[in-house]
């Protein structure tokens, strides 16, 4: 299984595959363009790949034991404000722990996929992560109606964070450079895999961009696996107007060429469920409604629930 993304998206992504209990040889191939908060504070002032998104698909992936959760743990700790009366200019704060772990040891072995392999070894990951490119990427995009004096205007908006939270309609994204090389470990798992697996996510700046790297996108379209989409559960600021069915043909708009056999979506989250439909066959794939979301309500996927969907899928193929 090899499953694209960034963020909370694929982060729930692989600890559903995690309880599907399928065997899976699971590898996540993480976007970096992140440009926002600690990653991007450690982007700029060391040169390193932004490590936040790299760090929640290994703490996805840790083993259950209670050593590796205490270990899990401490990659997602993050400093906070000293106590009030203590001087308020500490470097650390905002800082997740995993990312100065990873910060630390890409310096240390000179190597992204070493750092990467080795902190999955430290947290026992049942899977490998590995970064979309090693090259420095930014996420641009062209928005129309940033400016509500002037709706029918477009502007450039450059970074992923700047993206991610804009207020006018993305009608274009990018990135810079155009033609990033793709990580020759990533394009060898998605060669060999049995399942590529698209979302959730956010869809312009996590998922997209993986389409985006000439290399990896002609390693999907070449590649003899079968292809899922999991669709999002409620729209995010950087897609606020793009339907739900519309999310599926921002995937044919960015690789005309992809083909998919499975689109799951949560009956809920898609209301009338004819578009979607037409829009995942137009892909060449089947709708499968499921329903996915954390029992509370919110906008988020249950790793069981979602593992549940899976099974019968994945499953399939053996």
């Known amino acids: 299984m090899v499953a694209f993304g960034g963020g909370h998206g694929l982060a729930a992504s692989l600890r559903a595959l995690r309880r599907c209990?399928?065997?899976?040889?699971?590898?996540?191939?993480?976007?970096?363009?992140?440009?926002?908060?600690?990653?991007?504070?450690?982007r700029t002032d060391r040169g390193s790949l932004p490590p936040g998104?790299?760090?929640?698909?290994?703490?996805?992936?840790?083993?259950?034991?209670?050593?590796?959760?205490?270990?899990?743990?401490?990659?997602?700790?993050?400093?906070?404000?000293?106590p009030a009366g203590q001087p308020d200019d500490d470097p650390l704060v905002?800082?997740?722990v995993g990312n100065l772990v990873l910060c630390g040891l890409m310096e240390l072995l000179g190597d992204p996929v070493t750092a990467l392999d080795h902190a999955a070894r430290m947290l026992n990951a049942t899977g490998r992560v590995l970064p979309m490119s090693c090259d420095r990427v930014e996420i641009e995009a062209d928005?129309?109606?940033?400016?509500?004096?002037?709706?029918?205007?477009?502007?450039?908006?450059?970074g992923q964070h700047e993206v991610a939270v804009t207020t006018g309609r993305v009608e274009t994204v990018r990135l810079t450079p155009g033609a990033p090389a793709a990580c020759p470990q990533a394009l060898a798992a998605v060669t060999a895999a049995d399942w590529l697996i698209f979302g959730p996510g956010s869809w312009y700046t996590s998922v997209i961009p993986h389409l985006l790297v000439p290399e990896l996108a002609a390693a999907i379209v070449a590649s003899p696996a079968r292809r899922l989409v999991t669709l999002?559960?409620?729209?995010?600021?950087?897609?606020?107007?793009?339907?739900?069915?519309?999310?599926?043909a921002a995937l044919h708009r960015y690789?005309?060429?992809?083909?998919?056999?499975?689109?799951?979506?949560?009956?809920?989250?898609?209301?009338d469920p004819e578009p979607v439909n037409r829009a995942a066959e137009s892909l060449g794939a089947r709708l499968l409604l499921a329903p996915v979301a954390v029992p509370d309500g919110g906008p988020r996927h249950d790793p069981v629930a979602l593992a549940a969907a899976l099974v019968p899928v994945l499953g399939s193929v053996r």
């Open 21 to 42: 209990r399928l065997d899976l040889d699971i590898t996540a191939v993480v976007t970096v363009g992140d440009d926002g908060g600690s990653s991007g504070r450690l």
């Open 53 to 82: 998104d790299l760090r929640q698909a290994l703490v996805a992936l840790a083993a259950d034991s209670p050593e590796t959760r205490r270990s899990a743990d401490l990659f997602q700790h993050r400093f906070t404000p000293v």
């Open 94 to 96: 905002g800082h997740a």
């Open 143 to 158: 928005v129309r109606g940033l400016d509500p004096a002037r709706p029918d205007e477009l502007v450039t908006v450059r």
């Open 232 to 248: 999002n559960l409620a729209a995010e600021l950087e897609t606020d107007g793009l339907s739900v069915a519309g999310h599926l």
């Open 255 to 271: 690789l005309p060429e992809l083909a998919v056999d499975t689109v799951i979506a949560d009956g809920k989250a898609v209301g």
